[in-house]
């Protein structure tokens, strides 16, 4: 009777968890509800109240969750990443720099209000004249149309929307840059940071979430206050204008993935709080 709640269900109705369903607009697909029903809001508390009451064990993604849930027998397990599927290409990452720049700040993640996109668009027409760094996003969502719009409206050169990329073509991109901006509103334990710790990014990163249990602040990466864009800018600045710090702060971002974030840990630790459970 094993429940585990490691998927994003659960962290679309974590702390904030009014506010934090309207950043999700594709959470609203579970329910016929309107999202800004009280009775829905209600609705799902008590669903997930009731069904994290029941379970034999709870795998939570990051330590808020398991702070704010309390549970007989619960174990918090990240997710993980199989190494094996990153593969750096030399050739192509020569490429890539050739054709956008030396210095790649990257945004990897759904266009979406949660993981907060025009924060990222407006840090790079900050320092638009400030650097020669290129900007760029891989992704796509609803948001697309509202980042097209601000980057006419400033004449914007210095970003690029990509689409999605996934397998090869998304890892060249991720080992193409140097600093990985993960400025999201609030995040489970994002897959992509991994990817981007693995592909020896400097992070500038949320202070939420799955984010600051992986991103130790000016060892493996630099943490900002949530939605704070002067942060975001200045720490962005920051790694631009000291490419030795930045380095410093990649490897121990790959350091940190490697010991903590490998698939074949992530299983053992599933399959040693599964026997803990069913004994």
């Known amino acids: 009777?094993?429940?585990?709640?490691?998927?994003?269900?659960?962290a679309m109705v974590e702390d904030e968890w009014r506010e934090s369903m309207f950043h999700t607009p594709w959470f609203a697909e579970f329910s016929p509800?309107?999202?800004?029903?009280?009775?829905?809001?209600?609705?799902?508390?008590?669903?997930q109240e009731k069904s994290i009451a029941k379970t034999d064990g709870i795998v939570f993604v990051n330590k808020d969750f398991a702070e704010k849930f309390s549970h007989k027998k619960s174990i918090v397990i990240p997710n993980g990443l199989d190494f094996s599927l990153m593969k750096k290409n030399s050739k192509q990452l020569k490429k890539i720099k050739k054709q956008f720049n030396e210095q790649i700040v990257l945004f990897l993640g759904r266009l979406e209000l949660q993981k907060n996109p025009l924060?990222?668009?407006?840090?790079a027409q900050q320092l638009e004249a400030k650097t020669d760094a290129s900007f760029l996003m891989i992704g796509?969502?609803?948001?697309?149309?509202s980042i097209e719009s601000f980057i006419q409206k400033n004449s914007q050169k210095n970003l690029k929307l990509l689409g999605w990329l996934n397998g090869s073509k998304k890892n060249d991109f991720l080992f193409a840059s140097s600093i990985y901006a993960i400025p999201s509103l609030f995040d489970p334990c994002p897959v992509s940071l991994i990817e981007a710790?693995?592909?020896?990014?400097?992070?500038?990163?949320?202070?939420?979430?799955?984010?600051?249990d992986a991103i130790m602040h000016n060892k493996n990466g630099l943490l900002c206050k949530n939605n704070e864009i002067d942060e975001f800018r200045n720490s962005t600045k920051l790694l631009l204008n000291h490419s030795s710090e930045a380095k410093k702060l990649a490897r121990n971002a790959r350091k940190t993935a490697e010991?903590?974030?490998s698939i074949k840990l992530i299983a053992k630790k599933y399959l040693d709080f599964f026997k803990e459970v069913i004994e």
């Open 259 to 261: 010991k903590n974030y």
């Open 33 to 47: 509800l309107p999202m800004k029903s009280k009775f829905r809001q209600m609705l799902d508390a008590k669903i």
């Open 119 to 123: 924060l990222f668009a407006k840090i």
């Open 197 to 212: 710790m693995f592909s020896q990014n400097a992070v500038v990163g949320s202070n939420v979430g799955g984010i600051k």
């Open 1 to 10: 009777n094993l429940v585990g709640f490691n998927i994003p269900n659960i």
């Open 140 to 145: 796509e969502g609803i948001e697309r149309k």
